[in-house]
């Protein structure tokens, strides 16, 4: 079965720095266009940084310059690297998978991790 299992979530002060994972299983994970979208209370859910199966990247104008996306694909895992956090960066993030072709499209998730910036 799919899996999308994040970790590195966490309480962190502002400037500083986490580093999300998220170790995929069940697909063929080099196929697939990596996303790390977040949630904050009472706020739709926002896409943060995309990364392409041949490792072209593109990020939220909110985070540019601070985040960066990255992807193993020997070990089925992408990272999320967030430097200078700011309170504003509180939220849920969410890995995400996306197969977009022909007849069959697909779309995974995983469970959330919580990020939270606060002194």
């Known amino acids: 079965q799919v899996q999308l299992v994040e970790s590195g979530g966490g309480l962190v002060q502002p400037g500083g720095s986490l580093r999300l994972s998220c170790a995929a299983s069940g697909f063929t994970f080099s196929s697939y266009f990596m996303n790390w979208y977040r949630q904050a209370p009472g706020k739709e859910r926002e896409l943060v940084a995309a990364i392409t199966n041949t490792g072209s990247t593109n990020y939220a104008d909110s985070v540019k310059g601070r985040f960066a996306i990255s992807r193993d694909n020997a070990k089925n895992t992408v990272y999320l690297q967030m430097n200078s956090l700011k309170p504003e960066d509180t939220a849920v993030y969410y890995c995400?998978?996306?197969?977009?072709?022909?007849?069959?499209?697909?779309?995974?998730w995983g469970q959330g991790t919580q990020v939270t910036v606060s002194s």
């Open positions: 995400n998978a996306k197969l977009q072709v022909m007849f069959t499209p697909k779309d995974y």
